[in-house]
Each structure stands twice: as C-alpha cells, then as structure tokens.
C-alpha cells in the first residue's frame, strides 16, 4: 500500500517537519536572530520539498493563514520581510533541486496546455 501512496507518507513527514520548525522560529520572539534564520531556512527547506513530493501548496498556505489569523498574539509576532524571503526562497530553491524536471521545455508546455484545458478531448459531434 505504502508503495501506491508514497507521496502522501512523505507529504504528511514533510508538512508536519514544516509546520514544528516554524514553530519553533515564531516561538524565539520578535526580536531576529540567527537561530531564528536558520529555523525559518529549515521550515523553508521543508515546504519545499513538500512540494516537491506531491503538488499541494494549500498545505503550505493553511501554516501562513493560521499565523496571520492569530498574529495579534504576543507569542507569534508577525513575520518581517527578511524571514519571509528566507522561507519562500528556501522553499523555492529545494522545490527546485529535488524536482529540476519541472523545468524542462515539454513539462513547461504541457502544463501550459492543461492550465489551456487542451489536454481533454471530446468525440467531435456528428
């Protein structure tokens, strides 16, 4: 069973390493400092390869949407601009190494041919 579904045990590992390191960054306090970078690189790292091992980045988004909701929260303090890049660009950056073939031409061009809804066919009618 695992071997069908294996996206989804790495999916879920994945995630829930995610959502643990952020935690632990928002957790340090407001005030930056580099262990705090380095848990935000690994969150960031994480997501990334969340999305690498099966295409679901609403995951990625319900962690953000929780911390937005409760950002009033003296514990949770909103996320500067640096910790933003730290996270997305790390993110972006692992997605890609661990899933360079999203980047070839023919990948490139059937995703813009399914995002076209050119991929489904229908018998021509008579």
Not at 29 to 36: L, M
Request: charged letters at 15%; one cysteine or more; proline letters at 6%.
């Amino acid at each position: 069973m695992n071997r069908l579904a294996k996206e989804d045990t790495l999916l879920v590992f994945f995630t829930w390493l995610g959502y643990y390191l952020y935690l632990k960054a928002k957790k340090l306090g407001p005030t930056p400092t580099r262990k705090q970078g380095k848990y935000y690189v690994a969150a960031g790292a994480s997501f990334g390869l969340v999305l690498a091992s099966k295409y679901f980045p609403h995951y990625l988004g319900l962690n953000f949407l929780y911390y937005y909701l409760f950002r009033g929260q003296e514990q949770f303090p909103p996320r500067r601009r640096v910790d933003s890049l730290l996270v997305f660009g790390t993110c972006t950056l692992v997605f890609l190494l661990a899933n360079p073939v999203i980047l070839q031409p023919s990948t490139l061009k059937h995703m813009f041919h399914y995002v076209q809804e050119e991929t489904i066919t229908h018998p021509r009618a008579i």
